[in-house]
């Protein structure tokens, strides 16, 4: 069977991408099923994650395989001086799919070359994060009925947000209006807006939040990634750019829906979660669903 890694979100075809949500769909009907059985599942998390690692593990859980893998490179032999070649090329013997989380941007595709088993990238620095990717894919279509002609808010973080590079990209096959806000230091990048335009859609940026409140259909908050800033005082600058409120929302559109790739540190206020248009918890486990259909058509169980 060709390797299937998903390193980034355009790996896959659009019709790939949907076929994932179709299968995440049968999977939420009935998530438990003995499909991984005598599998191996390697979770490598070489940075923190809560959703991400949990979710995946819960998903192979369900699915009746095993987990091998470690939640801190410090307990392995990294700590040591293994190279991740090295380390990659071990694990890979020892398991038949390995997912990765790593801090450097490119590091997945990396491991993805010297792997003889598949490569689930679970988040390379400010770069991709396919997987976050489908499930927020998931979620636009489950709230609002269609992936076709939505009107999405980008906010916070732009430029290091690597859920917002994969959702631009994989968004721009849907005719998708994207509206981007964000500080001027943390716009998104020249790169990921070629998505965009190399599709024939249009972008709008903005500094202020409200300018879009009454606009979209979905509003994507994200936090300010301070771990990828090499200045903390610029980080200070603008860690509290925008604050969501309940009020903020009162003229927002009917369907409009809040989703946040979590987690969430002051962006999102608490009360916020009890409004019927806050959607960010539901989204983080819609991430279980996509991530067992995900590992059933990598390894061959559904096509
Ligand atoms: N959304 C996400 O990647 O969350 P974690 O960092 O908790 O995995």
């Keep these: 069977m060709k390797n299937r890694s998903l390193i980034s979100i355009n790996d896959y075809t659009k019709e790939q991408q949907i076929r994932i949500l179709e299968l995440a769909e049968e999977f939420e009907n009935n998530p438990r099923q003995n499909i991984l059985d005598k599998k191996v599942i390697s979770t490598l998390f070489f940075e923190p994650s809560t959703r991400t690692r949990l979710s995946f593990e819960s998903a192979i859980s369900q699915l009746g395989g095993k987990i091998i893998g470690f939640t801190d490179a410090s307990n392995s032999s990294v700590s040591k001086g293994e190279t991740l070649k090295d380390t990659i090329t071990m694990v890979a013997n020892y398991s038949d799919l390995i997912v990765m989380r790593h801090p450097l941007d490119g590091s997945a595709r990396w491991a993805s070359e010297v792997s003889k088993v598949p490569i689930i990238n679970a988040g390379d620095g400010a770069n991709q994060h396919p997987t976050q990717c489908l499930l927020d894919m998931y979620s636009i279509k489950k709230t609002q009925g269609t992936l076709d002609n939505i009107h999405i808010a980008f906010v916070g973080d732009l430029k290091y947000g690597r859920t917002v590079h994969s959702l631009t990209m994989a968004m721009s096959q849907f005719n998708t209006t994207f509206h981007l806000v964000s500080p001027p ?8 807006k070629k998505y ?18 009454d606009k979209v259909d979905i509003l994507y908050m994200t936090r300010i990634q301070k771990e990828r800033f090499s200045d903390p005082i610029e980080y200070e600058k603008v860690k509290n ?26 962006e999102i206020e608490e009360a916020v979660d009890q409004n019927p248009m806050a959607y960010y918890f539901q989204q983080a486990l819609n991430g279980v669903y996509v991530r067992e259909a995900l590992l059933a058509y990598i390894l061959g169980f559904k096509d």
């Design 185 to 192: 230091e943390l716009k998104l990048p020249s790169a990921v």
């Design 241 to 266: 750019s925008y604050i969501l409120k309940n009020e903020m929302l009162a003229h927002s559109k009917p369907n409009m829906k809040v989703l946040h790739p979590l987690p969430r540190v002051n």
């Design 196 to 213: 965009i335009k190399d599709a024939g859609l249009e972008y709008f940026q903005y500094n202020e939040l409200e300018a879009v409140m």
